[in-house]
């Protein structure tokens, strides 16, 4: 017999305990509003997406969780890039960036990273339900009824004035609206996995990430807090298909193999984790809003990880998100133009950080980026936007046209 379902009320539901969801959920509590957050799964748990960007820092600050993030990351203070048509690295430092005020960023593990921004959450106000699925939102004139199913098999259902879909890459009410557009230049696949005793650069340097590109795509190497090192490669489209029966470790360590500087650090370093794999990379969903509910992060749109934006992306988003929605609740005269403002910034992220990425598959803007000229201030404003300043005053897409 079905179980009996069990019926509540609230503001706000948001869909997802990841960056954007626990980020909404804590500013929208703050405010005073009755927030409820489902999260399916239950944290501490895995997440790839470790590398944050500067910009990140400020919004730690504002969250109140600034010292718990210096606990648990490594200071990140350049990006080096290594191509193999290029004899040099590229080591971006973001102390040289255009704003001095955001010189490093962490790399965490998103277990940890994802489980403070959650308690944060609950700590505020919102009501945080682990190990709790949502299934179904139906929209009426004055809000939505969503329907979650507990782990248990219980059923219940909400009654709520605005939904935030906040589930990532489950693009949960994309899918159900059939709204999700995959993005062909960017269609690639990913592997990965941590390993111990990898060759990293000493002192201050340590927790730099690189980025090396290879015949099929590129690698991350991001050092964590605990020695472990995070490596994954991101493949053009064709690769996986190579994998040949081959264990998803067999394949990434051959894969490794295809890239001699990264092979060379990883020499006397082993595997300690599971190899996870992703494919169907890029997409976006064709409206951010509706009118009462609205899209963040990963549910919105995800881009390749290659400039670590992600996690900023989502919780900037998830920042213009609480405003919108804090808006739409208090003062519905002004919902059309809160959600256009919205809707403005939340495809400005993806958008411009999707524009620059596309230009690198480009060999002649590689070369560009690999030698950037300062004159234009070109460096100055590629370091910004590797900081993840694309939302404040600093000029740099005068500087960027050239690409
Ligand atoms: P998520 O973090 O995915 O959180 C969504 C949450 O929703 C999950 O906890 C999920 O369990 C929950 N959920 C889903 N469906 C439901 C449901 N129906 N009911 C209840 N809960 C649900 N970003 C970076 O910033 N730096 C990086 O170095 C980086 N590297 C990456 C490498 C790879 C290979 C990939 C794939 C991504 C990478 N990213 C990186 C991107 C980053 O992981 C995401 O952009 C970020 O996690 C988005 O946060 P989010 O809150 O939108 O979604």
């Given at each position: 017999a079905a179980a009996e379902v069990s019926e509540r009320d609230c503001d706000v539901l948001v869909i997802g305990g990841g960056p954007a969801g626990s980020t909404v959920a804590t500013l929208l509590a703050e405010r005073g509003h009755r927030v409820t957050l489902l999260e399916k799964d239950h944290h501490p748990r895995f997440h790839i997406g470790e590398s944050l960007l500067p910009a990140n820092l400020q919004l730690f600050d504002k969250l109140g969780v600034g010292d718990e993030m210096r606990a648990i990351g490594i200071e990140k203070h350049a990006a080096e890039f290594v191509s193999p048509d290029h004899d040099c690295t590229q080591t971006f430092r973001f102390?040289?960036?255009?704003?001095?005020?955001?010189?490093?960023?962490?790399?965490?593990?998103?277990?940890?990273?994802?489980?403070?921004?959650?308690?944060?959450?609950?700590?505020?106000?919102?009501?945080?339900?682990?190990?709790?699925k949502v299934k179904d939102v139906e929209f009426h004139a004055d809000g939505a009824s969503v329907a979650a199913e507990r782990e248990d098999g219980r059923r219940e259902r909400w009654q709520a004035r605005f939904v935030i879909d906040a589930s990532g890459r489950d693009?949960?009410?994309?899918?159900?609206?059939?709204?999700?557009?995959?993005?062909p230049h960017h269609n690639s696949s990913a592997l990965y996995g941590h390993f111990a005793n990898a060759k990293r650069h000493c002192?201050?340097?340590?927790?730099?990430?690189?980025?090396?590109?290879?015949?099929?795509?590129w690698f991350w190497f991001i050092p964590l807090a605990d020695g472990a090192?995070?490596?994954?490669?991101?493949?053009?489209?064709?690769?996986?298909?190579r994998r040949n029966g081959r264990s998803l470790d067999a394949f990434l360590l051959d894969t490794i193999a295809l890239c001699p500087p990264l092979a060379e650090r990883l020499g006397e370093a082993r595997l300690?984790?599971?190899?996870?794999?992703?494919?169907?990379?890029?997409?976006?969903?064709?409206?951010?809003?509706?009118?009462?509910?609205?899209?963040?992060?990963?549910?919105?749109?995800?881009?390749d990880p290659v400039f670590s934006s992600g996690v900023m992306l989502a919780m900037q988003g998830a920042f213009y998100g609480a405003e919108a929605v804090d808006t739409c609740l208090r003062q519905p005269a002004q919902k059309r133009?809160?959600?256009a403002r919205f809707d403005k910034a939340a495809r400005h992220g993806p958008?411009?950080?999707?524009?620059f990425i596309y230009r690198m598959t480009n060999p002649t803007m590689r070369d560009l980026f690999m030698g950037p000229r300062n004159p234009l201030r070109?460096?100055?404003?590629?370091?910004?936007?590797?900081?993840?300043?694309?939302?404040?005053?600093?000029?740099?897409?005068?500087?960027?046209?050239v690409f």
């Open positions: 102390a040289d960036a255009w704003d001095k005020s955001m010189p490093y960023a962490y790399q965490v593990r998103r277990s940890e990273f994802d489980h403070i921004l959650l308690r944060n959450a609950a700590r505020k106000g919102a009501e945080v339900i682990e190990g709790c693009t949960f009410l994309a899918n159900r609206m059939r709204a999700k557009h995959r993005n002192g201050s340097a340590e927790g730099n990430i690189s980025i090396y590109w290879f015949e099929h795509g090192t995070s490596v994954g490669a991101v493949t053009w489209p064709y690769y996986m298909k300690v984790s599971d190899v996870h794999a992703t494919g169907n990379f890029s997409y976006t969903t064709d409206h951010t809003h509706g009118d009462h509910y609205l899209l963040l992060g990963d549910a919105y749109a995800f881009i133009a809160a959600l958008r411009q950080f999707s524009w070109v460096k100055d404003a590629l370091i910004s936007l590797l900081a993840g300043d694309i939302y404040g005053k600093t000029p740099i897409w005068a500087s960027l046209a």
